[in-house]
């Protein structure tokens, strides 16, 4: 995975932050979604890789409860965690126990979604 996230890394445009971060969405059913950062000179126009990720999925016919686990990589050398509005999309189609798993070229991490948002606004918040 961490082959495949590096080279999708080229991918990212990211020339105003010089961030490029990359993401893989496995579903249930072992199909592989790739995500890249894609900005904007209007910032609040950018969408980062999870979303972008997860919004080709979804287009495809995927839904809540689908995913088995996401893969993020980003080309520095500390692990970078979602943005809160992403992991505010994820929550709304991945189950707690999804697998986060995190990436550097030389480092991993893994996390469960529901250990990366302990207090989440879903359905039932409204």
Known sequence: M?????KLLNNSY???SNYPVSCIIVTNDNK???G????NASYGVTICAERSAI???ISDGY??????????MNKTDKIGFPCFI???VLIEFMDDDTKVFLYTKDKMEVYSLGELTP???DKDSL
């Open 119 to 121: 207090h989440k606004f």
């Open 63 to 72: 839904k809540k409860g689908d995913f088995k686990e996401i893969h993020i």
């Open 36 to 39: 890249v950062n894609i900005e």
């Open 32 to 34: 592989e979604y790739n």
């Open 55 to 57: 919004s080709r999925a």
């Open 86 to 88: 992403c992991r505010q």
């Open 14 to 16: 990211s020339p105003y």
């Open 2 to 6: 961490r082959e495949k996230l590096e």
